[in-house]
């Protein structure tokens, strides 16, 4: 499957952003989908993560109560809305489909090529 991020861009502390991850070339609703930011001179962590039929979702704990996950497996495309950003969530964000339910980077098989979100103080 391939994954096209998009919708990062620079915003002040306390705005909103709404990225999108649209997939093609396979059956969407038959991944997990996920997403990871990777900070400058930091390691990929995890931010979200999405059931194929959004019943279930899990977040970072730095996250909880403003990000939120979701999916349209119409439009093959899974959302991240972030409100109330921070500086610390700058970062390149990531979107990735994989089969397992988890936090683990390791368990996605595949991945966008990530989007830049910057948040300035």
């Known amino acids: 499957v391939q994954l096209q991020a998009s919708g990062g861009g620079l915003v002040q502390a306390g705005g909103s952003l709404r990225l999108s991850c649209v997939a093609s070339?396979?059956?969407?609703?038959?991944?997990?989908m996920g997403w990871f930011r990777q900070a400058p001179g930091k390691e990929r962590e995890f931010v979200a993560v999405?059931?194929?039929?959004?019943?279930?979702?899990y977040y970072r704990d730095s996250v909880k109560g403003r990000f939120t996950i979701s999916r349209d497996n119409a439009k093959n495309t899974v959302y991240l809305q972030m409100n109330s950003l921070k500086p610390e969530d700058t970062a390149v964000y990531y979107c990735?489909?994989?089969?397992?339910?988890?936090?683990?980077?390791?368990?996605?098989?595949?991945w966008g090529q990530g989007t830049l979100v910057t948040v300035s103080s």
């Open positions: 990735a489909a994989g089969l397992s339910l988890t936090t683990s980077a390791t368990s996605y098989g595949y």
């Open positions: 070339g396979r059956t969407f609703n038959n991944y997990v």
């Open positions: 999405i059931s194929r039929n959004s019943y279930s979702t």
